[in-house]
């Protein structure tokens, strides 16, 4: 495809507008920048060098997004999505799926060749926890500014649906506040909103004697995070499904749902990869499950014989999986298999809301009548992949364990015909036979 | 002892019939048509177009559903149905037997005879061929002209602004699709296609397309003697049956393939079902062709009963349709616009002017439901509609009928403010609006 088909919403070919022009140069320029940051030339002055390579294409981005806000009417922007190279596993996707990889891998195992990128965040950091910036405050930072970034343009695009506007700026207000400036202010690392089993370590023995040790502050976060993954958990994915956390709360979906939402249809849709995804996502489950039961047992018996076995098994579960799996796997492959590859196959607190969500909620996507076309929307843009028109044309609710919430199944039915609810738990799966295809 | 069931066409229609008649029997089910070798979803080829899906995603089922649900495909044309012998021959010279055959070939636009209606880059949109066709007559082309409104026209008007094609829509009615819409909603969609920077023309119908030396068209006169350059000309002023292959067949036809309520033609042993058949008798208030995805798929589910042994008519029950003009989503239920004596019409329309919500009543009882922007569900609309529920009890119960997402402005008060203050006396009260609390705690069937 030779033509520009970014958000062509207008037609005469003038909506490339000078503000577009004006935003695009400044994340080149920006992106520029954050090459040149990998240099020492950064040490003349941390800080210009933070706002030219980090502030400024983000504004570009910014500006960009505010000119597609004014050049278009509210509705469904998807054209062009299938034809455009960063977003249709072309040669811009690739670039980009090796680039997030890239630079995961630098973060996680070669942060001495990030020393001067580091550095620029030197003043930012010092400003909010007042220490130098290491690797995982650069991680955290940019991570923060894409979900930022990313969910203006999530809230721009969806403008015509309130429920994507909620829940876009509760992905937005959790990753900023619990997940990015509580950590730092109170400077343990401790996230608020992640709970065993995704950080599996928060209930680990290790965990309880570094708390314990702090004092209050120390015993409330423990409380805190056995609270929540064993009382909330359980609860609030009876009434509201898996979604309240997935797609509402979780720094992993607040990402997927704002980087990887260009991604989503490239998600895998057949039967195929739903055996696979129930495999491996269950099996991690299992696991970590072993492990954390196992470092227990460790804890309170000396003589354990499996002691020296478990240790290493957590160490190889954290190389694998927390690291390998959920981060460099995880975003790296947005633009190859979707964005949420490891929510999808790998997470093990998305398998424990997932069995609650499909045995014991009220949660379900109910389907109007026999109106579904089986145009395939739905199931294009499911970034859990998610066949929800193979239930739709059929006239049956959709009741899978793996569903976050998002709600743009629901969006995109060009028939209004999908419908995110909370019902009563009897007769969920009950098929309407009157509408039953 | 099974059969040999033969169904030429794999539309909705034709599909149907064999998901449903596999369902129920074991008869041999073998599928022809020359347009795709998998079912795809017609109504879904304009996102195919504008970039929103690939290809496959169009498909319902996955390619090995049809070897599991032992359904034979075949990708091939007939050019001829022999009735006497029960025979179909097809473009590849292979000959097929059938014991019972059903026609489901669909329809093609309508070719009104213009001057000029065979240049390059005059055609309309239906097939998967007319998709490809359009993807090659629209590369690199400024602006297109498109003929009729109603649906089609203004999907294909959506899917060349995709492209940052210009259009002009040139429209017989005097509002946009108002032969079908109310009055007011005809107006809001008109207005929202001019806020899409489309050229609506109303009143105006073409008269000619003019080519250039290469055969291919570079403008449209209308019969106002408008002249409007163009590099693409889209015919969406309806469509008609497709029913060439009929013809020297002894299987009546007219504008369609004529049948009785049971989809049965005048010949033992053959149907015709969906876009190509014609009722002999209409059921009252439709029309005796319907060209609808969901009333083919619902006469196919009649006659894959009939074809199984079980003689059943066709009674689709209340009507309902649903479209999507450009970003605004449509759904009908039951009788709207169809002029009843004494039906009396409650509207109520938002202040940006592009959601509505419309119940047309009787003394007696509810009897439509027109949405605009705003989706209700089929299941309550139709019960109220069947059981012939007052307008009162309606209004009352109106939050059990909105679908739209969570957090969504609800605008079933507005509605009954504007009944109470037009009938004095009435002091009609949302009983339940639909709310969180309510779809929480609440263990009735609607939540």
Known sequence: MTQNFINIDLPSGNNFTALKKTGLAMLSVGMLFFFISFTSVTEVSPLLFFILSIILPSAGALIFFFAQLKSSLPGVKKNGIQFMSATNRGLLGWTIAVFLTGMYILIYWFPELLENLIRIFDPLSIALTGNPSNQWFLYGTLYTIAVLVMGVRMLIHNRHNKYQIIRTLSVMFVQLTLAYLIPMFIQNGFFFSYFWPLKQEYLFPSSYEYLSASGGVGMFMFFWAAVMSFIATPVLTYFYGKRWYCSWVCGCGALAETLGDPYRHNSDKSLTSWKIERWMVHSVLVIIIIITALLWIDNTNDNFILGEFVHSANKWYGFFISAMFAGVIGVGFYPLMGSRVWCRFGCPMAAILGIFQKYFSRFRITVNGGQCISCGNCSTFCEMGIDVKSYAQRGQNIIRASCVGCGICSEVCPRGVLRLENGPLENRFELNKEYLR | ?447
């Open chain 2, 1 to 447: 002892m099974s059969e040999n069931i033969l169904i030429i066409g794999n539309g909705i229609t034709g599909i149907t019939a064999a998901r449903h008649i596999r369902k129920m029997s074991s008869n041999n089910i073998l599928v022809i048509s020359s347009e795709s070798e998998y079912f795809f979803s017609r109504t879904a080829l304009m996102y195919v177009y504008m970039g929103h899906e690939k290809f496959e995603n169009i498909k319902p089922y996955e390619d090995g559903f049809w070897k599991k649900s032992n359904i034979k495909l075949v990708f091939d044309h007939v050019t001829h149905i022999n009735t006497v012998q029960k025979q179909v021959n097809l473009s590849s010279g292979n000959v097929l037997n059938y014991d019972k055959l059903i026609i489901a070939s669909g329809s093609r636009p309508n070719r009104f005879g213009w001057k000029g209606q065979d240049l390059h880059g005059v055609q309309g949109l239906y097939s998967l061929q007319d998709l490809k066709l359009l993807e090659s007559n629209s590369r690199n082309i400024k602006k297109a002209v498109i003929v009729g409104g109603g649906l089609i026209g203004i999907e294909l008007a959506e899917m060349l602004l995709s492209r940052n094609i210009e259009v002009t829509m040139l429209v017989r009615e005097s509002g946009y699709w108002n032969n079908i819409l109310p009055e007011e909603e005809s107006q809001m969609i008109s207005r929202y296609i001019m806020q899409h920077h489309i050229d609506l023309r109303l009143s105006t119908e073409a008269e000619e397309f003019i080519g250039d030396e290469n055969g291919r068209v570079k403008s449209v006169i209308t019969i106002t003697g408008d002249h409007i350059e163009c590099q693409f000309i889209g015919l969406t002023a309806g469509v008609s049956p497709n029913i060439d292959l009929v013809k020297n067949s002894g299987i009546n036809y007219n504008r369609g393939i004529l049948v009785n309520e049971y989809l049965e033609t005048n010949i033992i042993d053959v149907y015709a079902a969906g876009d190509c058949a014609e009722f002999q008798n209409a059921i009252l208030f439709r029309k005796n062709i319907e060209q609808v995805w969901y009333t083919g798929r619902l006469q196919a589910e009649a006659l894959a009963q009939t074809i199984c042994g079980n003689r059943t008519a066709y009674s689709p029950g209340v009507w309902f349709n649903s479209a999507k003009f450009l970003d605004i989503e449509y759904q009908v239920y039951g009788l709207v616009n169809k002029n009843i004596p004494g039906e009396k019409n409650l509207y109520f329309e938002n202040d940006e002017g592009n959601k509505s919500i419309r119940i047309v009543y009787t003394d007696e009882s509810v009897i439509g439901f027109n949405l605009m922007g705003i989706r209700y569900r089929q299941e309550v609309c139709e019960k109220w509609i069947r059981e012939k529920y007052s307008i009162e009890t309606v209004l009352e119960n109106l939050g059990e009928a909105n679908f739209d997402p969570e957090f969504f402005r609800q605008y079933e008060y507005y509605l009954i403010k504007k009944f109470n203050s037009l009938n004095p006396g009435k002091n009609i009260l949302l009983r339940k609006k639909r709310k969180l609390v309510n779809s929480l705690f609440n263990n009735s069937a609607q939540s």
